[in-house]
Each structure stands twice: as structure tokens, then as C-alpha cells.
């Protein structure tokens, strides 16, 4: 086998600190695709980034080698980088909007590599660069040239990177978490975009990733990074049917997690009849309304006691809207009885008074926790505001149990803020504040999403063990089927704000019945 590219005891540190990659060994065989996999803070990303010096400032190289071509790119000057650097060697990040220049038209920016490399005209230019966009599916947009970043889709732009990525025919390509900010349906179109550009262009792939259901359709080579090391490495057969480490293991198993119960018979908690949120387009001086965007539509469904709904569908399909409904944050018609009272026979003093009962985890639990409060006072807000003569030493024991419950230790958390625990600590607090109120209903809006695989694992495990002591009903909101296979009972697809399928979670893994619920399975190991 061919080697492109082979990085030899590669050690990196962060000025005094610690070496964060510790004699790193990677191989990349010329035309394949090599997966390197592991957490947050594993290394992946240093490791391949340092193939093009673009490491981040104080992070130094302390030993090793890249050989590319015979040649030690380390030992390569500035310039000689820079020719390199998308000409033979290219990169995809992750998130494409802080990647492209929002000042140019997305045309300019490909014109612009491909000048800077090569010997062309400005015509000739042109040409390559609408022929880019053809290729990577952006036929729309190859036929207007003055169209901005801003202007596009999250999948349309993570396109117009590809077709700058590969505008120089590059004989390697780094791609650094291309999908996680996408919706899965746009993530299969964007890794069989990269599938096909590679069998066409004989070009090798370094695929950066924490999630093994996108290694697995991708990769002929998988190395797992744990601590700045390399822990395990294989073909993609050895490692998902014989993995040997016990976090490659654990990591594999995380895929295949499927909540037992099929069914619950108990009374309902939630009743959602005939729900409609629409949304007014208006035009015109006067702002007259002329249409409507049809956010939720007709929706009805129910929820029981202990029982998990797992509402699933891509960016626009109606998530967000029916939560906010549901929780009276934006208007709606239709029916919401909740615990047997109907919304929209409630007074704002009911109304209040039912939202200890219905409690809200989201996304990002750094942007939803207060940077200003410690955790005690975090956790205690909702307390404070429904119950506002608990006296201290109640407040105090019911602090303690909460923390608890969510595996966090009472002394060492009430005084800190939220900037000094981890992603998944954030989490847990998140939780406990939710929880402290002693609801009914929780209501998940993606919150493992933001969350390394095995850090969403145990999270994932403690809201099983939560609802189970505490016998509460959650609805989890996601786009990632293997999440919703993990913890619901029951799922309901979205699509334009449409349900276009509902039954239990076994059944629709086993029988889907749309072809669109089949897009979403699809992206499940």
C-alpha cells in the first residue's frame, strides 16, 4: 500500500503545558479514506492539523516528522507551506460560515484559489469555478454570481467549501467534523458528495470525527485517539466487529443502544389536538398578510405518564415551534390539555403555576446556565420564584438530593460557576435545575447534541434511570435517530410541520414506512 502521507511520533504541547499529542503514529494510504476518531480534546484535530502547520497559537510541535512526498512538511518554510496549502493539500472545518469570507461572493473566493495556484486567466477562471460548483451540486448557484455566504443553507455551504477545497485537484483532503452541524438527511448528501468526488479524483481523505455512524459509511482505515494518544487502529471490519480497547468498545456499543420498553399503559399527561402554528408573511406598505409559513400543521398526539416521546425531523420541520407552543411561549390554535387542564382556559397566574409541572433542558447548557450565578442560585432560581417561603435548611436538603440524583457531589459544585465544569457537567446541572422543582413533564430540546458520544451515552443513561425513580414523562427533541433509539418509547417523524409518521420506536426501526423516516434510519449503524 501506497503511503501520501505518514506522521511519525508526533508530540505537541501548548507552551509549558503538558504534551496534549503523545507520539502520535498515523498512516495515510494513497486513494482510501482514514477515519481518525476520539472525544473532545482527544487530539484528532491537532494531529491533522499540524500536516499544514495551521496549529493554533502556543501550540508547538515538540518531536516527530510528516513525510509527504519524500519530504518533512515541519521542515518546510513558510512559503513552501503555503504552496501546499490548498494546492496539493486541502481542508473542509466544520462549521463553513466562519470558514468562508462573508465580504466575497462565494464565486470570488474559489476564483481566488484558483488563481493564487495556478497560471490562468481570469476567464478561464470563471469557467473552472462554475464547472466546481456544478460538480459538488450548486448548479443553481454556478449560474448567479454575485451570491454571498449568508445567502445559503448550512449544507449548501459546507458544498461551496468542497468545491474550493478540491478547485486545485489536491492529492489529499482533511476534513475536520464536515457534518456535525448539519441535519442527517444534508450529512448523507454531503458523504456521498465527498464518496463520489473521491472515486472520481483517486483522492485521499483524512475524515476528523466523534461520531462512529459517519466513520462507519466512509472510512477503509479508523484510528481511535483517547488522551492525545493513539489507543487503536484497523481496518473499519476490525474495528466495528472486533474492537480490543475497552473505549473503542464502549464507543461502538454507544451506537447500538435501544430503550427496552415498546409500550406504556397509563393515563395522559399531555393532550395535543388539532395544533397549528402559523406564521404570517406580509408585504406590501401596509404589511398586509398574504400568506402563511406553516410551521406546525393539524398536529395531534399524546403523551403518558413515564413515557418518552422522541420527536424527530431536519432544521424546519416544526421541532421548535411545537415545544414553544406547547409551553405557551408563542400563540397557537388547537387544543393543549396538559394534566387535564386546557391552555387556553388558563389565567397567566395558572399558567405560571402549571410551569413547575413542565420543566425545559436545552441544546447548549453553557448558553443556557448563567455565567454570573454560581450553581447553587442556578438551580435554585425556579425554587425561589414558585416557592418563596422555603426556608433555608429545606432548600438546602432539597439541593443536595437533586445533585445527587444527576451523580454530581453537593460540596464540591454549589460554589462554582458554570465556565469550570465540562460539556457534560453543564448538562447535569442543567438537569438538576430542571428536576429541582419536582415536574411531571421534561422537555428535551437536543440536549446530547452539543455532547461527545460517550459523554451523550451517560446522560442518555441517567435520564433512563431518572424517569424510571421519578416516573416522569420526558418529549426529546432530536434529529439523530440513534439518540432518539436510545431513549424514546415512542417516535413522531416531522416534515413540514407535518407528522409523517408515528409508532413505537421498535416498530419504525424495524418498518418504516415513509421514505423520508428511512433517510433518517439510514444514518444509523
Aim: glycine share 4%; proline share 3%; with cysteine.
Amino acid at each position: 500500500m501506497e503511503k501520501i502521507i505518514s506522521i511519525n511520533n508526533l508530540s505537541i504541547a501548548f507552551d509549558k503545558y503538558a504534551e496534549v499529542v503523545k507520539n502520535v503514529n498515523i498512516d495515510v494510504v494513497k486513494g482510501k479514506t482514514t477515519a481518525i476518531v476520539g472525544e473532545s480534546g482527544s487530539g484528532k484535530t491537532l494531529s491533522a492539523l499540524s500536516i499544514l502547520k495551521l496549529l493554533p497559537n502556543g501550540a508547538n510541535i515538540k518531536t516527530g516528522e510528516i513525510k509527504y512526498n519524500n519530504k518533512n512538511l515541519l521542515n518546510l518554510s513558510q512559503k513552501e507551506i503555503q504552496n501546499i496549502r490548498g494546492n496539493k493539500i486541502s481542508t473542509i472545518f466544520q462549521e463553513p460560515m466562519t470558514s468562508l469570507n462573508p465580504l466575497h461572493t462565494i464565486n470570488k473566493q474559489i476564483e481566488e484559489i484558483i488563481i493564487t495556484h495556478n497560471t490562468i486567466s481570469k476567464k478561464e477562471a470563471k469557467k473552472r469555478t462554475i464547472k466546481l460548483l456544478n460538480e459538488v451540486g450548486l448548479n443553481d448557484i454556478s449560474s448567479r454570481p454575485k451570491i454571498y455566504p449568508y445567502e445559503l443553507s448550512g449544507g449548501q455551504r459546507q458544498r461551496a467549501m468542497i468545491a474550493m477545497s478540491i478547485a486545485n485537484e489536491p492529492d489529499l483532503l482533511i476534513a475536520d467534523e464536515p457534518t456535525t452541524a448539519l441535519d442527517v438527511t444534508i450529512q448523507l448528501q454531503i458523504l456521498e458528495l465527498l464518496q463520489n468526488i473521491q472515486r472520481k479524483m483517486g483522492m485521499s481523505l483524512i475524515f476528523i470525527s466523534h461520531d462512529l455512524s459517519v466513520v462507519k459509511k466512509l472510512s477503509d482505515y479508523i484510528y481511535v485517539m483517547k488522551d492525545g494518544k493513539i489507543i487503536e487502529f484497523g481496518t473499519r471490519e476490525k474495528i466495528f466487529k472486533n474492537p480490543k480497547n475497552k473505549y473503542t468498545k464502549e464507543l461502538v456499543s454507544a451506537q447500538n443502544n435501544i430503550k427496552e420498553i415498546n409500550s406504556i399503559k397509563s393515563k395522559s399527561i399531555i393532550n395535543i389536538k388539532n395544533l397549528n402554528v402559523w406564521y404570517p408573511i406580509k408585504k406590501g406598505l401596509l404589511r398586509r398578510t398574504i400568506d402563511y409559513v406553516k410551521a406546525i400543521n393539524n398536529v395531534s398526539f399524546n403523551l403518558f405518564v413515564g413515557e418518552t416521546i422522541g420527536i424527530v425531523g431536519e432544521s424546519g420541520s416544526g421541532k421548535t415551534s411545537l415545544i414553544l407552543a406547547i409551553l405557551n411561549l408563542i400563540k397557537s390554535k388547537g387544543e393543549i390539555i396538559i394534566n387535564n387542564k386546557n391552555l387556553k382556559y388558563l389565567s397567566k397566574k395558572e399558567i405560571l403555576d402549571l410551569r413547575k409541572d413542565i420543566q425545559v433542558v436545552f441544546q447548549d447548557p453553557f448558553s443556557s446556565l448563567s455565567p454570573r450565578m454560581n450553581i447553587e442560585d442556578i438551580i435554585c432560581e425556579g425554587l425561589m420564584i414558585h416557592y418563596p417561603a422555603i426556608s433555608l435548611e429545606e432548600k438546602k436538603q432539597k439541593l443536595k438530593n437533586i445533585l445527587e440524583k444527576v451523580g454530581l457531589e453537593y460540596e464540591n459544585t454549589i460554589e462554582k460557576y458554570p465556565h469550570e465544569f465540562s460539556g457534560g457537567q453543564r448538562q447535569r446541572i442543567a438537569i438538576a435545575r430542571a428536576l429541582i422543582l419536582e415536574p411531571k413533564i421534561l422537555i428535551l430540546d437536543e440536549p446530547t447534541s452539543a455532547l461527545d458520544i460517550t459523554i451523550q451515552n451517560q446522560i442518555l443513561s441517567l435520564l433512563n434511570s431518572l424517569q424510571k425513580d421519578l416516573d416522569l414523562s420526558y418529549i426529546f427533541i432530536s434529529h439523530d435517530m440513534r439518540v432518539i433509539k436510545a431513549i424514546a418509547n415512542k417516535i413522531i417523524v416531522l416534515k413540514d410541520g407535518l407528522i409523517v409518521e408515528e409508532n413505537y420506536s421498535r416498530d419504525i426501526f424495524i418498518s418504516p414506512k415513509t421514505e423520508y423516516t428511512k433517510k433518517l434510519i439510514s444514518s444509523v449503524i
